[in-house]
């Protein structure tokens, strides 16, 4: 019989003995993480975080840091050329995923990761994907890409029955750069996928997923006090 081959978002003991030193090391990074609104975060169905970038790794940690839930992370792609940092990001829980800008035969190849995303949301794991993809030092918002909406939209149609939440979460750092700052952490309204769905069907998928971009737009920069560029 063939071993079954284990998936990112199985339970991993290593990795949840290591969540208590990073939980530990962001409390003495910064003097106060304060968050607002998780009783926003929906507690009967599926979760696709979408949050600001604006400090790196940083972000991540602070989102992981929200709850004790282990979550599933995406990364620029090319950061998994080398062996080793694929095995460590991976066990990290943190898949690849490819952008515009390492070309158009590379971004077709994430179907995979999307595939794996939708697995993920199955297994009711959240899953966090930073929609901008890029990171600024700067309180404003970049235009997001499409990746959010295929894996939430893909997933929904394989979950019919499963609500699916895209939930944005503005993160606002007191300083980007200094040793003990503060970070406030603002959970915006979630959007209900399926909900949305079920009242738009007079408009294609894509139409409807550029609907739900523009939503997402507006309700990150309202959970980020968004200044204009």
């Known amino acids: 019989m063939a071993k079954q081959q284990k998936k990112i978002q199985d339970y ?10 990073v939980d530990s090391t962001l409390k003495l ?40 839930r282990p979550k599933v992370f995406v990364a620029r792609a090319d950061i998994f050329k080398i062996p080793i940092l694929a095995k460590i990001f991976t066990f990290l829980k943190i ?10 035969d590379e971004v077709r190849r994430n179907h995979e990761t999307i595939d794996k995303a939708v697995d993920v949301l ?10 901008e993809g890029q990171h600024q030092a700067k309180y404003s918002s ?10 939430a939209f893909q997933a929904q149609e394989l979950m019919p029955d499963v609500p699916l939440y ?9 300083s980007f750069f200094r040793f003990r700052s503060t970070v406030r952490v603002q959970v915006g309204e979630p959007i209900n996928i399926r909900e949305f769905i079920a009242e738009n069907s007079q408009y294609t998928p894509q139409e409807q997923m550029n609907i739900v971009r523009d939503i997402l737009t507006e309700r990150m920069q309202q959970s980020i006090f968004h200044i204009p560029n």
């Not at 895209?166 to 007191?174: A, D, K, L, Q």
């Open 12 to 21: 991993n003991l290593w990795y949840n003995l290591l969540r208590y030193y």
């Open 29 to 68: 990074s910064y003097r106060n993480i304060r968050y607002v609104g998780r009783e926003r975060i929906p507690a009967d169905g599926a979760i696709i975080y979408a949050p600001n970038h604006t400090n790196a790794l940083m972000d991540a940690l602070v989102v992981l840091a929200m709850d004790r």
């Open 95 to 104: 898949m690849p995923i490819m952008r515009i800008r390492d070309g158009m």
């Open 122 to 131: 199955r297994d009711r794991i959240p899953f966090c994907i930073f929609p």
């Open 142 to 151: 970049l235009p997001l890409s499409k990746g959010i909406f295929r894996i």
């Open 166 to 174: 895209i939930v944005p979460i503005g993160m606002r750092y007191g």
